[in-house]
Each structure stands twice: as structure tokens, then as C-alpha cells.
């Protein structure tokens, strides 16, 4: 049974920084494209970071040079490190995980048009929110 489990949200202020984590089970990070996704207030999800299993990432713009995905094998566990958190980034955080690798697995495009990305992911953690105050 494929599972799931965010943690690390919290609020900071402008500047911040904070590291969320995702705990897998029921199957392996390393050959599933993952991806971290967010729903801002008032906004449709939308996809922040990917990572696909040979390494490569894919990030929003908006959030490019700020945030990095990452994995631990080890640990099974997917990773979004934050920093120069800003207003903007508050939003609830969902990990994602496309363990079939059914499309290509880029995250991020922000361009009018763009597919909805979260069609592509078949399991979702419950969310953590993350606040950044100004």
C-alpha cells in the first residue's frame, strides 16, 4: 500500500527558511518521479519541484534558485529545502508520487496553457502548510 506522510511546515517570517520532508512506503523514491505541489490561498494546485529518478529536476520558476528537491535513498524519503521563504510562498505543500512514471515527469510550467500537472501524480500525501509572514 503506497503511503505518503509530510511533515516540517510551519510559519517563519519573510526570509526564512524550512525543510519539508516525505516519508514513503510501499514503494521506492528513487525509481517513481516525485513531485512537491502547492495550493496557495485562492489558487489551483500547482506544481513547485520534480524529481525523476535518474536525478533530474524540474522547478517553478517563481520558487527556481530558492528551493531544492532532493531524495535519501536510505530513507526512502523525499525532501524540499525553502529558503528566502516569501508572503507568497504560503500555501498548503502535498507531496506526490507517479511510481509508474506514466509521463514525463517535469514540474513547474507556469505559461498560460499548461497541462495540469497533478493528473500525472496517482498518490498524495495530506498536505502541510507552510506560512511566511511579511
Known sequence: QVQLA???GGSVQFGGSLKLSCAASGFTVSSACMGWFRQRPGKEREGVAGLDFDGATSYRDSVRNRFTISRDDNQNTLFLQMSS???????MYYCAADPSRSALCVLGCS?????????DFNYWGQGTQVTVSS
Open 111 to 119: 505559461s498560460p496553457g499548461c497541462p495540469n500537472e497533478a493528473e
Open 6 to 8: 509530510e511533515s516540517g
Open 85 to 91: 521563504l516569501k508572503p507568497a510562498d504560503t500555501g
